[in-house]
């Protein structure tokens, strides 16, 4: 009797392994060569180079859940001002609200401070910057966005594509009704990925 593995177990091995990897990680880049994985939605980057592994979120999923997944959503600290930079990086990224969200345009730190500012109806305080940065760094660090912060550059991260089309049409909704952001200007070439290690939070209040 044969003691090789049948490809059935073999198959629910490699799905196990990549399931560990994230849970251990939250979602994991690939080469675009990686066999599909059952449960992981796949996302390719924009340049085609690589491939991102998102977790197949459980509807109704709760907190626990999405933590054990590595996906938790929109990160606990400072709630109100992520959420907010959150629904103000769709705005500036998903140009094209007809076509899917992923992988949307590039955004810059200027439009976003900009439609912050008409957000909360009055002109840029000096604090708006570093409550700002702190919830672009909190949404990076849980692949909602990948923010660049050497190129002042954001584009939409890999989870964006559990988005329903409930939730896409809800998001459209939102947008209509945020203020319109400037144009983008790029001042430089767009540097390097930033790295996926998480980054520290930023001690601020929250509103």
Do not use: F
């Not at 990224?93 to 969200?101: G, K, L, N």
């Amino acid at each position: 009797m044969s003691t090789q593995p049948s490809e059935a177990v073999e198959r629910r091995l490699y799905n196990a392994l990549w399931w560990a990897k994230v849970q251990s990680a939250g979602p994991l880049k690939v080469d675009p060569d990686t066999p599909a994985v059952a449960g992981l939605t796949r996302a390719a980057s924009p340049d085609g180079a690589t491939v991102w592994l998102v977790p197949t979120l459980p509807s109704g999923a709760g907190h626990a859940v999405l933590e054990e997944l590595g996906a938790p959503p929109v990160a606990v600290e400072q709630p109100n001002e992520t959420a907010r930079l959150l629904a103000i990086c769709v705005a500036c990224c998903w140009i094209d609200r007809s076509e899917p969200a992923w992988p949307g345009a590039v955004g810059t730190l200027a439009q976003i401070r900009s439609v912050y500012a008409g957000m909360r109806g009055r002109p840029e305080q000096s604090s708006d910057l570093t409550l700002i940065i702190g919830s672009l760094r909190r949404l990076h660090a849980t692949h909602w966005i990948r923010w660049n912060e050497k190129a002042a550059e954001v584009r939409l991260g890999p989870r964006v594509v559990t988005w329903t089309p409930a939730d896409l049409s809800t998001l459209r909704d939102l947008c209509r009704h945020l203020p319109d952001p400037p144009p983008a200007v790029r001042n430089a070439p767009t540097a390097a990925e930033p790295s996926d290690e998480p980054l520290p939070p930023t001690e601020v209040a929250d509103d």
